[in-house]
């Protein structure tokens, strides 16, 4: 009897634990859409819609933010790594590799910028936000070396020119270097912004000719006139930022 006992409640334990094992797992899911607006020649409104599901049941959050672009796009992509943190699938998705710089006012300037630079699918961008600035035009160039040590933002070198071409505009026939970027507009209100895109940079791969890590960021004080040699005629380094991961 004593035996029967033990058997019906080992019978018993292990039915209840596959019951409990079977049970479907709590499913939470996340999904976020992100509509981006300009309000004037310095400020972006970003409306983040984010919807949360659970156990069928979803909920619709919406929340607003404005602000300088450099700004906005940091608090968006921290909401969106906050939300999506526990579906590793969905960031991966991305294939995105990202690094965000901040330069150093160089020169006896008062310039503060933010500087984004993403890679993804072959191609990297750059994002530039750039405050501090008199109104006009301003050069902006990739230089040879991850260094902002000195002042003046000499310690950087020259032109990142690893194909030894003349200096000129970007996708000029007649030879461009890999960091002839360009020129930018500040606003009256001493703000300027560029977005970059090519498939002749990478963001840490094994080609001399490509690679951007251990160059330098660097923004002028005046206009690249394109065609000066052996870089340009834009005056001093009023701002640097080496680029390392």
């Known amino acids: 009897m004593k035996t029967l006992s033990i058997l019906i409640l080992n019978l018993f334990l292990s039915?209840?634990?596959?019951?409990?094992?079977?049970?479907?797992?709590?499913?939470?899911?996340?999904?976020?859409?992100?509509?981006?607006?300009?309000?004037?020649?310095?400020?972006?409104?970003?409306?983040?819609?984010?919807?949360?599901?659970?156990?069928?049941?979803?909920?619709?959050?919406?929340?607003?933010?404005?602000?300088?672009?450099?700004?906005?796009?940091?608090?968006?992509?921290?909401?969106k790594s906050?939300?999506?943190?526990?579906?590793?699938?969905?960031?991966?998705?991305?294939?995105?590799?990202?690094?965000q710089l901040f330069l150093e006012a160089k020169s006896g300037s008062n310039t503060s910028e933010t500087v984004i630079l993403s890679e993804k699918d072959g191609q990297v961008t750059l994002e530039a936000s750039i405050n501090g600035l008199e109104e006009g035009i301003y050069a902006i160039h990739i230089h040879e070396k991850a260094d902002c040590s000195s002042d003046n933002g000499k310690s950087a070198g020259g032109h990142w020119n690893p194909t030894f071409e003349a200096h000129g505009a970007w996708g000029n026939t007649d030879g461009f270097h890999r960091g002839d970027i360009g020129n930018f507009i500040a606003d009256s209100n001493g703000f300027g912004m560029i977005t970059f895109n090519t498939d002749l940079w990478c963001l840490g791969c094994d080609n001399k000719e490509k690679n951007l890590i251990g160059k330098a960021i660097i923004v002028h004080q005046g206009e690249d006139d394109l065609t000066s040699q052996p870089s340009s005629a834009a005056g001093a380094r009023i701002s640097c930022s080496g680029i390392i991961k």
């Open 15 to 79: 039915v209840f634990l596959i019951s409990c094992n079977s049970k479907p797992r709590k499913e939470k899911n996340a999904e976020v859409s992100i509509e981006m607006k300009k309000i004037n020649d310095t400020l972006v409104r970003a409306t983040i819609t984010t919807i949360l599901e659970k156990n069928g049941n979803a909920t619709e959050e919406i929340q607003v933010i404005e602000g300088t672009p450099g700004v906005v796009k940091a608090k968006v992509e921290a909401h």
């Open 82 to 99: 906050k939300v999506l943190h526990n579906k590793p699938h969905q960031i991966h998705q991305k294939t995105e590799n990202k690094l």
